[in-house]
């Protein structure tokens, strides 16, 4: 009973006293009240990335797209390898704060040497004979357990802790990572079909001039050179569409990686024009950032491990402490093996005191240091960065906006512009380079308002992104589960 008494006694002693090293605090940052973009407006703690990826991304295959991606894309995958890896490493390490037993059992042939007995002589003093081999059976009950005075064990599965929940972050910023990739990707490829469309019916609208001006060449209205740079026309609204064509192909097979698939064609839901924006983008305030992004969270729990490691180091300067123990029989009969006389059992504490390591505990102490302070720094530039981020998305899609203003205006210039032309060509006013020049301005200038509307939506995806939105778990609508992504 004193014996049991004693073991519970250390073990509590070991489990309530404090550990070297120093505590966690997290380090003062210091944060904007309100971002830059939006000084001077109302505070809003509602924040874009509130929103799950579903409400924000209303296309249906997008929004197929992306499921599928998060169940089948690769580094996903593989993330949450890590995080299943780290859980692991967590449950070994905090095993080690508890005693472990082990059961042995062994069974061993042993012979004396005959030629020591010949020339030392029998044991006990008489006549030298043979000495039989002799079998010895032992069955034990082996008990470790070390008393963590110092917080050696503690502050490992504290280390242990934070990096399951970086690794956790690192997951969410994967997911965060490929859905705004594959909403970038998708947008990119809307975009691409709507050059790709602008590219052929530029080509019918030249092959019908052309049409027409070889017609009026006929009753001697046109001369051939007006013909040749129809042609010419008509040849270099066909070498676009090949191209277009090679960049659709090789961004869908882009989105068909991202879904972890082998190269596929993707469908599309509504036309780049037609996809529909928020209303408004409110940014929230600063501080969420601290706990909406993974990547912060991820840097500072890296900190909070290399903070628990100092301790881990320190505790090697100070003796470890010990209890082992076993309990069980030996015989040298196999049937005597589990009666009362062949009981053994030893118990007791051992004692390993650092004497001599030619300085290696006060350099794995330095090495601990270092990383902290290397982390701490990681920790503040991430938010910093993360600051950043937001504000040139915030700038971004505020100047993006007033830019497609201009453009859908300039866009309507240029084809009533087209329309004048035209009508002063028919009427022999003006020459084919004057409407060749016009039907170049419109192709221009709606190329470039495609490129600005699928620009527009860009940013909103790297504002999304940015504020750190689209990883917080939240319950799919169950009636994307039988959306199709490709044919």
């Known amino acids: 009973m004193m014996n049991r008494f004693l073991v519970i006694s250390l073990w509590a002693f070991a ?7 120093p505590d966690y605090e997290r380090p003062l940052v210091a944060e904007p009240d309100s971002f830059r973009m939006q000084q001077g407006a109302a505070l809003e703690e509602v924040s874009l990335a509130d929103l799950g990826w579903w409400e924000l991304f209303e296309d249906a295959n997008l929004q197929a797209i992306i499921r599928k991606a998060l169940v089948e894309n690769k580094d996903l ?11 692991a490493h967590l449950a070994a390490t905090g095993a080690d704060q508890f005693p472990r037993i082990d059961g042995k059992g062994s069974l061993q042939r042993n012979q004396v040497s005959q030629a020591v007995v010949r020339q030392f002589g029998f044991p006990g003093g008489g006549p030298a004979r043979q000495i039989p081999a002799t079998t010895q059976f032992r069955a034990t009950m082996d008990l470790s357990f070390e008393l963590d005075f110092w917080g050696r064990l503690r502050r490992a599965t504290e280390a242990a802790r934070a990096d399951l929940l970086a690794r956790e972050s690192a997951r969410r910023t994967v997911v965060l990572t490929l859905v705004s990739d594959l909403a970038k990707a998708y947008f990119e490829l809307q975009e691409l079909d709507a050059e790709l469309a602008l590219a052929r019916n530029t080509l019918k609208t030249r092959q019908e001039a052309l049409d027409l001006i070889r017609l009026r060449k006929l009753v001697g209205q046109r001369s051939t050179l007006e013909i040749r740079r129809a042609e010419q026309e008509v040849a270099r609204a066909q070498a676009v569409i090949p191209d277009l064509e090679r960049q659709i192909g090789q961004k869908e097979h882009q989105l068909s990686l991202l879904m972890g698939r082998n190269p596929a064609r993707i469908l599309r839901g509504a036309s780049l024009r037609n996809n529909p924006l928020p209303p408004e983008v409110p940014a929230g305030l600063p501080s969420a950032l601290l706990e909406r992004r993974p990547d912060i969270v991820e840097a500072e729990q890296r900190l ?21 123990g076993n309990f069980g029989a030996q015989s040298l009969q196999f049937s005597d093996l589990f009666v009362s006389p062949s009981r053994v059992w030893m118990f007791g504490p051992t004692l390993t005191v650092p004497l001599f390591d030619t300085g290696r505990n ?40 007033e ?25 022999g006013k003006a020459s084919y380079l004057e409407v060749l020049a016009a039907q170049r301005d419109v ?25 750190g939105g689209g990883w917080t778990p939240q319950p799919v609508p169950r009636d994307l589960a039988m959306q199709e992504v490709s044919e």
């Not at 995958?77 to 859980?87: G, S």
């Not at 628990?308 to 082992?324: C, D, H, N, R, Y």
């Open 15 to 21: 489990l309530g006293g404090c550990a070297l090293g």
């Open 77 to 87: 995958r593989i993330a949450v390898a890590r995080v299943r890896e780290a859980r």
């Open 304 to 324: 909070v491990a290399a903070n628990a490691k100092i301790g881990v180091a320190k505790a090697a300067f100070f003796p470890q402490i010990s209890l082992t």
């Open 362 to 401: 006060l350099a794995n102490l330095e090495v601990t240091r270092a990383q902290q302070e290397q982390a701490r720094l990681s920790y503040e530039k991430t938010i910093q960065q993360a600051f950043r981020e937001v504000e040139d998305a915030l700038l971004a899609h505020q100047k993006i906006r």
């Open 403 to 427: 830019v497609r203003t201009e453009r859908e205006r300039l866009v309507d210039l240029s084809r009533e512009a087209l329309e004048l032309a035209q009508l002063e060509y028919l009427n």
């Open 443 to 467: 192709l221009n200038t709606e190329t470039a308002l495609a490129q600005t509307r699928r620009t527009h939506l860009l940013t909103v995806v790297q504002l999304y992104k940015s504020l």
